[in-house]
């Protein structure tokens, strides 16, 4: 059975797509979670906030930061998943 050639060009189409997407996405959102950060400090310098608060909000700016990197893994992993569940063999 031969491989389709147009399923894998399309694949590559909208992989790209979708990682263009996502740091556009992530541009987007940075400006907002800097509002946030800057909203938290001042609130952890008032003394408003309990530690463990302040400590998850730490952990969450963590994850914002880093999700691009959890994406990407993402999107190898299932890009290798997938050719390797399209990958022919020659029989011939």
């Given at each position: 059975m031969p491989m389709n050639e147009d399923g894998v060009a399309w694949s590559f189409v909208m992989i790209t797509l979708a990682l263009i997407v996502l740091a556009g996405l992530w541009i987007v959102l940075t400006p907002f979670a800097g509002y946030f950060v800057d909203a938290m400090n001042d609130r952890i310098e008032d003394g408003s906030i309990s530690t463990q608060t302040a400590e998850a909000f730490s952990f969450n700016v963590t994850i914002f930061t880093f999700w691009p990197a959890f994406a990407?893994?993402?999107?190898?992993?299932?890009?290798?998943?997938?050719?390797?569940?399209?990958?022919r063999f020659d029989t011939s």
């Amino acid at each position: 059975m031969p491989m389709n050639e147009d399923g894998v060009a399309w694949s590559f189409v909208m992989i790209t797509l979708a990682l263009i997407v996502l740091a556009g996405l992530w541009i987007v959102l940075t400006p907002f979670a800097g509002y946030f950060v800057d909203a938290m400090n001042d609130r952890i310098e008032d003394g408003s906030i309990s530690t463990q608060t302040a400590e998850a909000f730490s952990f969450n700016v963590t994850i914002f930061t880093f999700w691009p990197a959890f994406a990407l893994g993402g999107w190898f992993l299932f890009s290798i998943i997938r050719a390797l569940y399209e990958r022919r063999f020659d029989t011939s």
